[in-house]
C-alpha cells in the first residue's frame, strides 16, 4: 500500500493541472504549425506531445530531434521561424542550454516543459514561457500527466468528445491505481521476473516513454530499447525476453512483428493497455513505477 499511496500522491489534483496547463495552451492555441523537441533520457514524452496535438487539436506539429533543431533547422530558417516546445529531464539540461541559446538567438518562441530547472540555466533563459514541476522519482508521470491535460484542453468541435475523455481520465488517475495493479497483476509478475535478466524493450508509438522509462529506470539487468520493426535484430546480439509495451487498437499493425520474434525464439511479455492510444502512456506509467519502486532501485 505504501508504493500506491507514493504514486497517488503523485499525481496532479485537476487545479494543480489547470495552473501548470495555461502555459503549454498559449504556447499553442491559435497556432498552425510547431515543432517539438526533448532533451534528456526521455525523449518520448516529446513525441507523445506531439501526437496529442496532432490527434486533437487544429495544429500541426512535428518532432525534431534536438540537434537536429539546434544545428540544421534554427539557424536556416529566417523568416520561417516556427514557435517551439521542448520537454527536458535532468540528464539533457546542458543540451536544453544549448538548444535554447540558439532558438532564442535566431528569433524563435520558446516553451519548456520541464522538471526542476538549475538556477543558471532559469536566469540566463528568464523571458521563455515555462512550466516547470519539482523532479523526483515520479516525475515524467506528473510531466506526462500534466502534457496531456494541456492538450486536451484545446480540443475544439468534432474533436472534443475524444478530448473530454482524455480529461476525465487524467483527473480520475489517482482513483484507478490500485485497480490497474490489479488489473495487470499476472503481467506485471511475468515482468518482474523478466527484469533480472537481460531484455529488449520494445514500444508503439504512444508507448515510447513508458518504455524508456522501464529501460533506464531499473538497474538490476542490461535493457535496450528498440523501436518495434527492428526488435529482432537485438534477439541474439542483446537478449530473447522482449517487454513489450502495445494497445489494443494497435493489434494488427502488431502482429507481424511479434510472429517474427517469436520464430526467432524470442519471449514477449506484453503490456498490453486497452484504452485509448493518447491515455495509455499514463496507465503504463503507473504500472512501471510499481514495478519499479516495489522491486528495484530508482536510478
Not at 522519482?137 to 486536451?152: C, R
Not at 524508456?212 to 541474439?236: F, I, K, T
Request: charged fraction near 20%; proline fraction near 3%.
Amino acid at each position: 500500500m505504501q508504493v500506491l499511496e507514493r504514486i497517488r500522491s503523485s499525481l496532479s489534483s485537476q487545479r494543480e493541472l489547470e495552473a501548470s496547463s495555461q502555459i503549454l495552451r498559449r504556447a499553442i492555441e491559435g497556432r498552425r504549425y510547431l515543432l517539438v523537441t526533448s532533451t534528456g533520457m526521455f525523449r518520448g514524452l516529446g513525441r507523445y506531445l506531439a501526437q496529442l496535438v496532432n490527434s486533437l487539436t487544429s495544429s500541426s506539429t512535428y518532432y525534431v530531434e534536438p540537434y537536429e533543431l539546434t544545428y540544421y533547422i534554427a539557424p536556416y530558417d529566417e523568416s520561417r521561424e516556427v514557435d517551439v516546445i521542448a520537454t527536458a529531464t535532468p540528464e539533457g539540461y546542458s543540451d536544453l542550454y544549448l538548444l535554447l541559446d540558439q532558438l532564442t538567438l535566431t528569433g524563435h518562441r520558446v516553451a519548456v516543459i520541464s522538471g526542476e530547472l538549475p538556477e543558471q540555466l532559469k536566469g540566463r533563459f528568464s523571458y521563455i514561457d515555462l512550466v516547470e514541476v519539482p523532479w523526483n522519482e515520479l516525475g515524467l508521470l506528473k510531466l506526462a500527466q500534466i502534457v496531456a491535460y494541456s492538450i486536451a484542453s484545446l480540443s475544439r468541435g468534432d474533436l472534443r468528445r475524444r478530448a473530454s475523455r482524455v480529461l476525465d481520465e487524467c483527473t480520475s488517475l489517482h482513483a484507478v491505481v490500485e485497480d490497474l495493479i490489479e488489473l495487470y497483476r499476472e503481467e506485471l509478475g511475468t515482468l518482474r521476473s523478466t527484469l533480472v535478466r537481460p531484455h529488449v524493450v520494445t514500444y508503439t508509438p504512444t508507448m515510447e516513454v513508458a518504455a524508456q522509462l522501464l529501460a533506464y529506470g531499473s538497474d538490476r539487468s542490461l535493457a535496450v530499447v528498440a523501436d518495434l520493426p527492428s526488435v529482432h535484430a537485438y534477439l541474439r546480439r542483446v537478449s530473447k525476453d522482449v517487454v513489450a509495451f502495445t494497445t489494443d487498437v494497435e493489434v494488427y499493425s502488431l502482429r507481424y512483428h511479434l510472429n517474427k520474434v517469436a520464430e526467432l525464439g524470442g519471449r514477449v511479455v506484453e503490456l498490453r493497455l486497452r484504452t485509448d492510444p493518447l491515455t495509455a502512456p499514463l496507465y503504463a506509467l503507473i504500472l512501471v513505477y510499481y514495478v519499479i519502486l516495489e522491486g528495484t532501485q530508482w536510478t
